[in-house]
Structure formats: structure tokens, C-alpha cells
């Protein structure tokens, strides 16, 4: 008999972009994206972190202080990352993200054709750079919407 518990599509694609998170090495945020087509595809996934070459024990991972001493100066975001890793065209795909996209990432988002963006956490909604990115949402028919009730759920019990 065929189970009846199995994942959602969402889950799953948000399970994807929870555990690319657990890559970033970043010790306060990691956040973790999932880009699908609309045939269910994975077509590109990310994580925030330096550039590639550029050293994580080198570079600042602070929050505050002088802004070349802190991490917004150098990390990608994991919605650039997924795009820039993606060999696919991303026209009507959606991107799952473990947060909300800033206002830079919005860009990206839309310039690449993605349709729809999902996600688990809206941590920022009273930032400019999140007020932003939804006002872009908005003006380019970019749908948005939260994934309630999201939990990993792991199954590892083997029955014949």
C-alpha cells in the first residue's frame, strides 16, 4: 500500500534550501535557496558565504562595526548564489529561501525571470532593504508567499 505521509513538493524544495543553508559558515544567519522550474526541477541552489577564492578565516563574519569590517561587505546571499549556480533559464521558476530576500536579491530575482518566491521567515519585515524588495515584488507581478507549518520531518524506520 502506497504511504500517505510522504512530503509536499514544498517541503521538499524548502528541505533542499534548509540544508544548502547548513553549508554558509556564517555563525548568525544562515540562509539557504532552492530554485525550480516548473516541471519540479531543481535548476540552481545556494547558500551566503564569501566569493569563491576569498578566504572565510580571512574576511570579517562581524555584524557591526566600520562597514569594510563586517560581513555585508563581502558575502553573497544565497538567492545570488542559486542564480549564479544555475545553467538553466529560470523564466516562471519559483525560489524557495529560508529568508525573505533583501532588496538586491529582489533584482536578481526579477531580472532572471522567477516568478514566485517562497519562503520560511520574514525576520526583517521593518528594514528598508525588505520594505524594498516587496514593493519590487509587488511592481514586477513577483508572487511571494510564507510556507506555514513547514518541519523536517525524517523518517528512517525500513519496513519490508
Known amino acids: 500500500m502506497k504511504r500517505s505521509d510522504y ?7 524548502m528541505g533542499v534550501a534548509a540544508l544548502s543553508a547548513m553549508r554558509s559558515k556564517d555563525d548568525t544567519s544562515q540562509v539557504g535557496a532552492c530554485i ?15 566569493p ?13 562595526g566600520d ?18 549556480n544555475s545553467s538553466a533559464d529560470l ?14 536579491c529582489a533584482k ?6 522567477i516568478k514566485e ?3 520560511l521567515e520574514d525576520k526583517y519585515p521593518s528594514l528598508p532593504q525588505t520594505q524594498a524588495s516587496k514593493k519590487l ?13 513547514y518541519k523536517v520531518r525524517i523518517k528512517n524506520e525500513r519496513t519490508n
Open 7 to 13: 512530503i509536499s513538493w514544498d517541503e521538499y524544495f
Open 36 to 50: 525550480v522550474n516548473q516541471r519540479n526541477r531543481i535548476v540552481g541552489i545556494g547558500y551566503n558565504g564569501f
Open 52 to 64: 569563491i577564492g576569498c578566504s572565510d578565516d580571512v574576511l570579517p563574519w562581524k555584524r557591526e
Open 67 to 84: 562597514y569594510l569590517d563586517t560581513k555585508y561587505a563581502y558575502v553573497v546571499h544565497a538567492e545570488a548564489n542559486a542564480i549564479l
Open 91 to 104: 523564466l516562471n521558476s519559483r525560489i524557495f529561501v529560508t529568508l525573505f530576500p533583501c532588496n538586491e
Open 108 to 113: 536578481l530575482i526579477i531580472q532572471s525571470g
Open 117 to 119: 518566491v517562497i519562503y
Open 137 to 149: 515584488f509587488k511592481h514586477a507581478g513577483v508572487k511571494t508567499r510564507k510556507l506555514e507549518n
